[in-house]
């Protein structure tokens, strides 16, 4: 007996640590890949670049990111999470402190848009998600919704820090102390040991709670609708998502805000995203992913009607809270629908794809922001694209949460 009790009080500190390994490495994560979104209108005006071609790096980093989101997602269904982390994070502090030397959109390119993007795929959610799935099976949404946390945390923690520092130590230096943070926070927790359950050890069982196969190929992937709608679904959420944190502080600052105020605001918005995917949590547990996703796109209706018919200070505001509430709303359940309508056989290569998919439009949404600016002097058209996507994205949730899933017999 003494032997079990030990047993068990060990699984639950291993499953703990690793839940807390998930925020810390999400926590930079979430701060390091939102840092463009600050360093935006300084980049450009000291390097004399147009907003677009900064846009572009960032579309550059979410298509590459997203690319190999996949990829990632197969490693961490066979290898050993760990190792995946530690080289993703000594990439990641490298090609951010190289950020702060350069001179051309060129090595920009190289640097964030291809090298960091890699690096942040590989400490992203897709891979973390799964280690927290092994652990927390009867629980994934609240345990997934703790760990994404992190992300929130992190953009307010990190952009609050970078934002005090700004004027001081400029965009060169700010870039510096990201790298710094990085090594500080990820490297030796990476280092230390962190327990990982063979693939398969949840109790969850590996064929799909739906009436897919257990061994899915391309083809059966390409002929189930209820894919399609969730890539439509992370498609717009994600075109929308890295249009705001890409160009939200240069919109307010092109409304008469400070560059601290601005900062900050951005930084809150990582503070109401923490309750937006807490709350995402409960309720998915408790009622599924159906809903909260409903209420994420039916707030942003709100709110981008909201921006489109007046850009005071007080709609500003309220806008980029608001928003921050629903920023992380879907990412915790990319894998809660997966594993209801696919099961957890292929769970980290499907949940690389949904985020592949929302990361490469994300990067569509941040090229957008900087073309359609820089053509028309303001950011009302996309916000009115905004809009129209909001209302699509609610009606394709509601036309998945009509489809019925035939129990496996």
């Not at 840092?35 to 979410?62: E, H, I």
Request: charged share 10%.
């Amino acid at each position: 007996m003494p032997d079990e009790s030990r047993s068990v009080k060990s699984k639950t500190l291993s499953a703990t640590f690793n839940l807390a390994t998930g925020f810390v490495l999400l926590l930079y994560n979430g701060g390091s890949r939102f840092t463009m979104g600050l360093m935006l209108k300084p980049m450009a005006d000291d390097l004399n670049w147009t907003r677009a071609a900064l846009s572009l790096t960032v579309t550059l980093f979410m298509v590459i990111s997203a690319v190999v989101l996949p990829v990632i997602g197969r490693l961490v269904d066979r290898y050993r999470i760990r190792t995946v982390l530690l080289a993703s994070v000594l990439l990641s502090s490298a090609s951010i402190a190289l950020m702060s030397v350069i001179q051309t959109p060129a090595q920009a390119v190289v640097l964030y848009g291809i090298l960091f993007a890699l690096a942040t795929a590989g400490t992203s959610i897709a891979p973390i998600g799964v280690m927290i799935s092994r652990w927390f099976p009867k629980h994934l949404g609240l345990a997934n919704s703790i760990a994404i946390s992190g992300m929130g945390a992190g953009q307010l923690v990190i952009i609050l820090v970078l934002t005090a520092q700004l004027e001081s130590i400029g965009w060169r230096g700010a870039f510096v102390v990201l790298a710094a943070l990085g090594l500080l926070l990820i490297v030796p927790l990476a280092f230390l040991s962190i327990p990982e359950p063979a693939p398969g050890a949840a109790e969850t069982p590996n064929a799909p709670l739906g009436n897919t196969k257990s061994e899915l190929n391309p083809s059966d992937l390409l002929r189930d609708s209820k894919l399609w709608y969730l890539l439509v679904i992370y498609a717009i959420c994600g075109f929308q998502d890295f249009f705001v944190a890409t160009h939200v502080v240069a919109f307010a600052r092109d409304q008469g805000m400070g560059t601290v105020v601005a900062g900050n605001l951005f930084a809150l918005m990582g503070l109401v995203g923490l309750a937006g995917v807490l709350m995402t949590g409960f309720v998915s547990d408790r009622f599924g992913p159906i809903l909260p996703t409903l209420i994420c796109f039916a707030i942003r209706i709100v709110l981008f009607g909201l921006i489109t018919v007046t850009t005071s200070v007080v709609a500003i505001i309220s806008f980029a809270l608001v928003y921050g509430f629903t920023f992380w709303i879907t990412a915790p359940l990319t894998l809660v629908f997966v594993r209801k309508y696919f099961g957890t056989a292929h769970l980290g290569m499907l949940t690389g794809i949904v985020a592949m998919v929302h990361h490469g439009a994300g990067g569509l949404g941040a090229y957008a922001g900087g073309i359609v600016y820089d053509v028309s002097g303001s950011y009302q058209i996309i916000f009115q694209i905004m809009l129209i996507v909001s209302f699509a994205a609610l009606l394709t949730t509601w036309g998945l949460s009509r489809i019925r899933i035939t129990p496996v017999r």
